[in-house]
């Protein structure tokens, strides 16, 4: 049984151990840091810079904390993360959320290089076939997985399985673009796009919103692109007026998702993935949405553990049955479900925690240890 390390977001002592940032350096203590990360190992601490707008990432004080606990076993780390935007605009997006090499203290790097085109084929599984892994991840021979636990379009549930598995993707490959990266994983299960003419009110946000540009309205009429599009969801997300849906395979999606996350971890030997959920500023969607509403769920703390199944099942467990924070999305919605990002995604989330298992990626079953002393 794995364990899964935690340490509560509620302080109980106004002193800097009682604070996140010192629970995080007691945590990062209690993991004996040495039986994973050699002398000199690059190591990749793999976090989500999040958007220009979408400021509720894990904060550059958290990467900080993880940086210096891999320097103080003589690892050589970075931060990095898989282009989302064009590179040169996602570093500054980075930047602007204050993740640069001052404030971790380690370079800042694209996984998959400036034009995201940078990566390596890799045999995913029945579903993806081969998938584009980022070059920087797959040639790494460790990494910290640093994932903010949030809701998401498809996902219904972003955590570490999501981080390592659209984020360890890249985002195009050179010669078939965004089809055997992360779009391989977005159009699994999903069909196309479909416009409902009546409900639609030419808000426009639609097009707005569409990072390729498929969405254009001449005359009042929707045109789109379908073969452009990687069925990211984004603008079924943000249509006000339920005009927009496109059918899907949600469980298909689920499977897909711990495959990606399976041909990842497995360009790595075991024993070199650590993984770190912060269950903080829990917001309705991803990190790469352009803005970040308010937290629907109050903050639960910091879970480690070297097992990604585990420390999801632990994360999945911790949010149930939890109450949904007022004046958030969640006041749309007259009672109070026992599950607020399944009610929020209607996505059966929690499959792509099973598949995982399935995949032999780790046990749903675990020992938490909470962090008493601080
Ligand atoms: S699903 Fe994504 S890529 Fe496709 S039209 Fe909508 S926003 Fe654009
Ligand atoms: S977001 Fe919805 S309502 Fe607005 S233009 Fe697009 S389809 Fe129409």
């Given at each position: 049984?794995?364990?899964?390390y935690f340490?509560?977001?509620r302080?109980?002592k106004w002193k800097?151990?009682?604070s996140m940032?010192?629970?995080?350096e007691?945590?990062?203590?209690e993991i004996?840091?040495l039986s994973?990360f050699?002398?000199?190992?690059?190591t990749?601490?793999?976090?989500?810079?999040?958007?220009e707008?979408?400021h509720?990432?894990?904060?550059?004080?958290?990467?900080r904390k993880v940086?210096?606990?891999?320097?103080?076993?003589?690892a050589k780390?970075f931060?990095?993360?898989?282009?989302r935007i064009k590179?040169?605009?996602y570093l500054?997006?980075?930047n602007q959320n204050?993740?640069?090499h001052?404030?971790?203290g380690?370079p800042?790097v694209?996984?998959d290089g400036?034009y995201?085109?940078d990566?390596?084929?890799?045999?995913a599984?029945?579903?993806?076939?081969?998938?584009?892994?980022?070059s920087?991840?797959h040639?790494?021979p460790?990494?910290f997985v640093?994932?903010?636990?949030?809701?998401?379009?498809?996902?219904?549930?972003g955590?570490a399985i999501?981080?390592v598995?659209?984020?360890?993707?890249?985002?195009?490959?050179?010669k078939c673009?965004?089809k055997?990266?992360?779009?391989?994983?977005?159009?699994?299960?999903?069909g196309k796009?479909?416009w409902?003419e009546?409900?639609?009110?030419?808000?426009y946000?639609?097009?707005?919103?569409?990072?390729l540009?498929?969405i254009?309205f001449?005359?009042?009429l929707f045109?789109?692109?379908?073969?452009?599009?990687?069925?990211c969801?984004r603008?079924?997300?943000?249509?006000p007026?339920?005009a927009?849906?496109?059918?899907?395979?949600?469980?298909?999606f689920?499977?897909a998702?711990a495959?990606?996350?399976k041909a990842?971890?497995?360009t790595?030997?075991?024993g070199?993935?650590?993984?770190?959920n912060?269950?903080t500023e829990?917001?309705p969607e991803c990190d790469c949405?352009?803005?970040?509403d308010?937290?629907?769920?109050?903050?639960q703390g910091?879970?480690?553990?070297?097992?990604i199944v585990?420390?999801?099942q632990?994360t999945?467990?911790m949010?149930?049955?939890?109450?949904?924070?007022p004046q958030?999305?969640?006041?749309e919605?007259?009672?109070?479900?026992?599950?607020?990002l399944?009610?929020?995604?209607?996505?059966?989330y929690k499959l792509?925690i099973d598949a995982?298992e399935?995949?032999?990626?780790?046990?749903?079953?675990y020992k938490?240890?909470?962090?008493?002393e601080?």
């Open positions: 049984m794995s364990k899964v340490a509560p977001a302080i109980k800097y151990a009682d940032p010192g629970k995080l007691k945590l990062l203590n004996n840091l994973f050699e002398k000199d190992e690059w990749a601490v793999k976090t989500h810079f999040g958007s707008g979408a509720r990432i894990v904060r550059p004080i958290f990467l940086v210096d606990a891999l320097k103080g076993v003589s780390p931060v990095t993360d898989t282009v590179g040169l605009d500054e997006v980075a204050g993740i640069n001052l404030s971790v380690a800042v694209l996984a400036l995201g085109n990566n390596i084929m890799v045999r599984g029945d579903i993806l076939g081969e998938i584009a892994i980022a920087v991840i040639d790494v460790a990494m640093c994932s903010h636990v949030k809701g998401h379009i498809q996902a219904g549930y955590g999501k981080n598995a659209m984020g360890g993707i890249s985002s195009s490959h050179r673009g965004w055997c990266g992360r779009g391989a994983l977005h159009t699994i299960g999903e796009l479909i409902d009546a409900k639609c009110e030419l808000c946000q639609c097009e707005e919103i569409c990072p540009e498929c254009k001449e005359n009042e045109a789109y692109s379908e073969d452009k599009c990687w069925r969801g603008c079924t997300r943000v249509c007026a339920g927009l849906a496109m059918p899907g395979d949600d469980e298909r689920m499977h998702l495959e990606a996350a990842v971890i497995g790595f030997q075991p070199k993935i650590i993984y770190i912060f269950l829990i917001q949405m352009p803005s970040a308010v937290p629907v769920i109050q903050d910091i879970l480690v553990s070297d097992d585990s420390i999801e632990a999945v467990d949010l149930s049955n939890k109450k949904p924070l958030s999305a969640m006041d919605y007259q009672s109070e479900p026992d599950d607020i399944f009610c929020l995604s209607r996505k059966p792509q995982a399935r995949l032999g990626l780790g046990s749903k079953q938490l240890v909470e962090i008493q601080f």
